[in-house]
């Protein structure tokens, strides 16, 4: 008689260790092929360093590299590359790469009905900084998904091109999804330079309030946010003329915090009157604009400081005391403490936060 269950249970046997014996193969593989990209990635880079350091011509190092050749293994070797370098050297990779042909290939890849090796090939001419490619780059806009956008507006960026600012700026805003602060960082990558057409944004938004919402499709405290963190990321000092005139405006509240922060970023003092804003009802205002003028040192406002020890709000309190400390307001500071006055408290915290003794022998 068949005993159908010891059938069953050398077939499931077999069939466990023919799937061992595979994963092990496959395993055996892996290992196998990584090993080899470790020793091609071993030999090109001893290449490239001969053709960066001038011991070998252009000729020599292309010719090493085309025969075979791995379009996508190349892209991803010579990434790092593109990172490490700017100037003379980032050209001279960018010479190996163009005569190689990479260039081509990936431009040619821009045109393709396949959505990945589009995007593969954006992303790579963005860090090669190939401004032929740009129009092509920048029909992704007309898509409306997002990692295309934010595709395409990476890899502008990454060129420096600012004629390119203001179409990645409306797409960023309007079909991303992305958080300011994902903005600002991605829009950074077009270097300081883009500042000077910032600051020509709001000028214009000066002339006319309809400007940022016919030009970006997108709402005033959305946009002069980025704008104004983007000074603030550079230490822009050219951008302090439009933020003090930013701050005269009625403009909301957010935008006046961003300003604030950014200011403080510089460091530089402005011809503005900030009393106005340490009288805010915005604790936030408050506290940004008392932490900017401990910065730049202006005591002028050292009385009104004094006042805001006691604010309803700590951190008004807090930056109020430090920007004194700052000041070396210290005299006012131990009397405070000493009488026993409003605000003794957070004075006796920024001394304890400097080991500061504020008494002297015998008090």
Request: aromatic share 16%; with cysteine.
């Amino acid at each position: 008689m068949i005993n159908y269950l010891n059938i069953l249970i050398y077939f499931l046997s077999f069939s466990a260790i023919l799937i061992f014996l595979i994963l092990i193969v496959f395993h055996l593989k892996l290992k196998y092929n990584e090993l080899q990209i470790e020793t091609i990635q071993e030999e090109y880079s001893a290449k490239i360093s001969s053709y960066m350091e001038e011991n070998i011509n252009l000729e020599e190092a292309a010719n090493y590299f085309t025969g075979d050749i791995n379009y996508v293994f190349l892209k991803e070797f010579f990434n790092p590359y593109l990172k490490k370098y700017e100037g003379k050297k980032f050209k001279r990779i960018k010479t190996l790469i163009h005569r190689i042909g990479l260039i081509e290939y990936y431009r040619s890849k821009l045109k393709s009905k396949n959505r990945k090796e589009k995007l593969r090939a954006a992303s790579f001419l963005g860090k090669l900084r190939d401004s032929d490619s740009l129009d092509n780059i920048a029909k992704l806009f007309d898509s409306n998904k997002k990692l295309n956008i934010i595709t395409a507006a990476w890899a502008i960026s990454e060129t420096g091109e600012t004629r390119y600012l203001k179409p990645v700026i409306k797409a960023l805003f309007n079909k991303s999804n992305m958080t300011y602060e994902a903005i600002t960082e991605l829009l950074v990558n077009f270097g300081e330079e883009m500042c000077d057409d910032l600051i020509k944004y709001i000028n214009l938004y000066f002339d006319s309030k309809s400007y940022f919402i016919n030009n970006f499709k997108s709402e005033d405290f959305k946009v002069l946010s980025v704008f104004v963190d983007i000074f603030g990321f550079f230490r822009y000092e050219k951008s302090l003329k439009v933020l003090v005139k930013l701050l005269d405006k009625n403009i909301d509240p957010e935008i006046k915090i961003h300003i604030f922060k950014t200011l403080f970023k510089i460091g530089k003092p402005v011809n503005a009157d900030l009393l106005k804003f340490l009288k805010s009802d915005n604790w936030v205002i408050r506290s940004q604009c008392t932490k900017y003028i401990g910065k730049i040192g202006a005591a002028q406002y050292s009385s009104y400081l004094v006042r805001l020890l006691k604010d309803e709000n700590w951190w008004v309190g807090y930056y109020a005391a430090r920007s004194l400390w700052k000041m070396n307001k210290i005299d006012i500071m131990r009397e405070i403490i000493i009488n026993n006055k409003p605000g003794a408290k957070m004075c006796e915290y920024i001394f304890a936060q400097h080991n500061f003794k504020y008494l002297q022998e015998g008090q």
